[in-house]
């Protein structure tokens, strides 16, 4: 089974993290059956934005990374206090720990902006939201950021807004399992190119 860590930042954006658990969970019952989802973040309970509650499964001292196969991150809004999750050294590190050990990492958006801050981006390419301010933050971190709609470089895929998130979810799906069984996905889910 394909473990998957869907990381959840305080003021994270809902539909960015809701096509993760839609793309691995219709892929457990649908598609090849080897995938599944688990949500954590720095406490058990996380805000997104707009103010709704989750509940996580793991918070992040109880995270082991061996267990997972991909690490996936939605982007968040400012407003709602986003960056104080994403920018804390503990999900920096988590990330950071992902990547060390091979693992893939998603990201959705300004979610780029802690995967890059996180120092596994540096002198690679990647997008994010495209806003001036944040591509800056972006570069600031060492990272080539491209004018395109979603950047995969050593496995890291980053994406620059939410009408990119069904793709990197998928594309995520196809990297832990085949493109013939993420294109099934895909078409079952009606998200057909």
């Known amino acids: 089974m394909k473990r998957v860590l869907l990381l959840l930042a305080d003021g994270f954006e809902t539909f960015e993290a809701s096509v993760f658990i839609d793309v691995i969970g219709w892929n457990l019952l649908d598609g090849d059956h080897s995938t599944e989802l688990f949500t954590g973040g720095l406490r058990k309970e996380i805000r997104s934005s707009f103010n709704q509650r989750f509940i996580v499964d793991y918070p992040i001292g109880e995270i082991d990374v061996d267990s997972f196969d991909a690490l996936a991150i939605p982007g968040g809004f400012e407003e709602y206090d986003f960056y104080k999750d ?7 590190d988590l990330i950071r720990t992902f ?3 091979d693992k893939i990492v998603a990201s959705i958006c300004v979610a780029a902006l ?3 801050k996180s120092g596994i981006l540096k002198d690679k390419k990647g997008t994010t939201y495209k806003n001036p301010v944040r591509r800056d933050a972006l570069k600031s971190f060492g990272v080539e950021v491209m ?3 979603i950047v995969i470089d050593d496995y890291i895929i980053t994406s620059w807004n939410p009408s990119t998130a069904v793709d990197v979810a998928l594309l995520l ?17 009606g998200f057909e190119k």
Request: proline share 6%; charged share 25%; no cysteine.
């Open 86 to 92: 994403a920018y804390d050294e503990k999900f920096l």
């Open 99 to 101: 990547k060390a050990k």
């Open 114 to 116: 802690p995967v890059g």
């Open 147 to 149: 004018n395109q709609p």
């Open 173 to 189: 799906l196809e990297l832990l399992t085949s493109k013939t069984n993420a294109d099934y996905i895909r078409s079952i889910m």
